[in-house]
């Protein structure tokens, strides 16, 4: 699991291999990530937007980027937590994602992105 810590909100993600697929003829690798927000801040936010860079170590990198996640753009009070699972598919056993979730305080309006920290996607365990 990799953590990571952004102005008061805390996300925490894990990931899954599910098996292999074929779409259109093609082999992908499928991955799923679960993913948990937690705000340890003293403010109400609501998550509006998210930001994915998707590696793939035999394709070109993919931006995702759009409203909320899963459909929804959760209000998290302080000490609430918001969990989700979704996933994607790679052409190769080994891939990588980060990117960054848009919130804003809703006491202040400020906007601020979260961090999400870089975590891999592969069929195997890494060990260092």
Request: hydrophobic share 35%.
């Amino acid at each position: 699991m990799v953590q990571q810590i952004t102005k008061g909100i805390k996300i925490s993600v894990k990931t899954k291999f599910n098996g292999t697929s074929y779409r259109n003829n093609r082999l992908y690798y499928v991955f799923a990530y679960f993913i948990a927000i937690e705000n340890h801040s003293p403010n109400t936010v609501q998550l509006t937007n998210r930001f994915w860079k998707i590696f793939d170590s035999l394709n070109k990198t993919e931006i995702v980027e759009g409203e909320g996640v899963v459909g929804q753009c959760p209000i998290l009070k302080p000490n609430d937590h918001y969990s989700y699972s979704s996933g994607c598919f790679l052409e190769s056993n080994i891939g990588a994602m980060k990117g960054f979730y848009g919130m804003t305080n809703i006491d202040t309006l400020e906007d601020f992105k979260v961090i999400i920290p870089t975590f891999q996607l592969t069929t195997t365990t890494l060990s260092n």
